[in-house]
């Protein structure tokens, strides 16, 4: 049975006003016709961004997966064990899923572009290193980061 507790007077959180709370939203409004306005982007441009966006999704997270399938020459060319090999498989979800805890507050501060940008090349320059790492080390390291 759970129990409830109350505040006291002097544990309870200070009261904050409509003003105060204003004063730390950050209100970005566009003048008339703006073209950096996405309301008034032209269509082809919204679905060209809205394509290579999904298409960004759908290759990263097709990434993880693939890799599955070369696992046994991974094991052959590497030599190392089937765990290990899962492991380089796992890591890259791990980074997966750990990433957005960085970029959503860097994308907060620098914009959603640089962000997607960044992330981006990092991606493909990691996917290269897994491509061509030597030892099962780099590949586990380099499919985290590229995750």
């Known amino acids: 049975m759970a129990s409830m507790t109350t505040l006291t007077d002097a544990e309870a959180p200070e009261p904050v006003s409509l003003q105060e709370k204003e004063a730390e939203w950050l209100w970005v409004e566009f003048e008339a016709n703006d073209p950096e306005n ?3 982007w032209p269509s082809s441009r919204k679905w060209t961004v809205l394509g290579l966006l999904t298409m960004f999704t759908f290759i990263a997270s097709i990434v993880g997966t693939s890799f599955a399938i070369g ?7 590497l030599g190392c064990s089937h765990e290990l ?7 890259y979800f791990a980074g997966f899923g ?8 860097l994308s907060e501060l620098m914009g959603r572009s ?11 320059i990691f996917m290269v290193v897994t491509a061509v790492g030597k030892n099962i080390e780099t590949v ?5 980061l590229s995750g």
Not at 71 to 77: H, K, N, P, R, Y
Not at 85 to 91: E, F, G, Q, S, Y
Not at 114 to 124: E, F, I, Q, R
């Open 98 to 105: 750990l990433a957005p805890l960085v970029l959503a507050p």
């Open 140 to 144: 586990i390291i380099a499919r985290f």
């Open 114 to 124: 640089p962000v997607y940008k960044g992330s981006a090349v990092l991606w493909l």
């Open 38 to 40: 996405a309301m008034h």
């Open 85 to 91: 090999a899962i492991l380089a498989l796992v890591t």
């Open 71 to 77: 696992s046994a020459s991974l094991e052959a060319d």
